[in-house]
């Protein structure tokens, strides 16, 4: 969002089993915090024994609570419901760590709604397998650090970065066409905090040239899917997909201009979704009140 956030601005979100009385609680304790619901979103998946998803954002009177006290008092709500839950401020700027190979337009996209104030987060670093991008990372006054992967010590470079993500505090990772499998271990340390972009050729169309193969195949379609990370590779809980219409006259190189169009827009909208906290995964699928 590119309008001021109120330093008083919470975001609640809420995963349970469906049941009376959830939304009652829920307003009826923000109320006796003297909490006024701004915009409130949810979902069952059946009324009957089903999960229920709840997406609350509210403006809290500073005179009467602080922020950590809403949070620590709504622990008991949470418990007479099981709920699964986090409570947020709106207003604090998650930090956010990009990892990029050679391909650049998903980490320019971010870069640049970032530096127009579309993206409300903070960038500290920005970590590459290649120095390609090292003076375009820079001129945005962000620190660049190449890690390179060598053959027999990937190990030791994950080491490295789960030491300067630790070390900045990072909220998340997005991988912006970073092109490395990531280590069971490093998925682990950040689970549910990892989010990737690729084309939606996969499984059909798999290898280092999918474009050159979805040419050949006359595709008339080109997708593109944003995702958290799992150790199951590319088959993480999905955040967002978009598509482009092709046709004949598109050449392969046509294909991969229209690929990269499409995955930038729909990595800067998950990445955006998840700071916004919009989102909630459920087992290997998400709810994302967009």
């Not at 104030?117 to 903070?122: D, I, T």
């Not at 290649?130 to 053959?151: L, N, R, T």
Request: a negative charge; charged letters at 25%.
């Amino acid at each position: 969002m590119t309008h001021l956030i109120p330093d008083n601005r919470g975001r609640l979100l809420v995963a349970c089993s469906d049941q009376p009385g959830i939304v009652a609680s829920i307003s009826s304790y923000l109320q006796q915090q003297g909490a006024n619901i701004v915009q409130s979103d949810q979902y069952t998946t059946d009324p009957e024994g089903g999960m229920f998803f709840m997406r609350i954002e509210f403006d809290w009177s500073t005179e009467r609570n602080s922020f950590l006290e809403i949070k620590e008092g709504f622990k008991k709500v949470a418990a007479d419901f099981q709920f699964d839950w986090r409570m947020e401020q709106a207003v604090r700027k998650k930090r956010m760590v990009i990892f990029v190979s050679k391909e650049s337009h998903c980490l320019l996209e971010l870069l640049w709604k970032w530096k127009a104030n579309e993206l409300h987060v903070e960038i500290p670093l920005v970590i590459s397998n290649h120095a390609d991008h090292q003076k375009e990372v820079e001129s945005y006054g962000i620190p660049f650090h190449h890690i390179p992967v060598e053959k027999g010590k990937k190990q030791e470079a994950e080491k490295r970065a789960i030491e300067l993500i630790k070390e900045h505090d990072i909220d998340f990772v997005v991988l912006a066409r970073y092109m490395q499998i990531l280590s069971p271990t490093f998925v682990q340390t950040f689970a549910h905090k990892i989010i990737n972009i690729h084309h939606s050729f996969l499984p059909a169309f798999i290898g280092a040239n999918p474009y050159a193969k979805a040419f050949e195949r006359g595709v008339k379609l080109i997708g593109a899917t944003a995702h958290y990370v799992t150790d199951d590779l590319d088959e993480g809980p999905i955040i967002e997909q978009d598509i482009m219409r092709v046709n004949h006259r598109y050449s392969s190189e046509d294909l991969r201009i229209a690929g990269r169009n499409v995955e930038r827009v729909a990595l800067a909208r998950a990445v955006m979704w998840h700071h916004e906290d919009r989102v909630i995964i459920h087992g290997n699928k998400t709810v994302v009140f967009s």
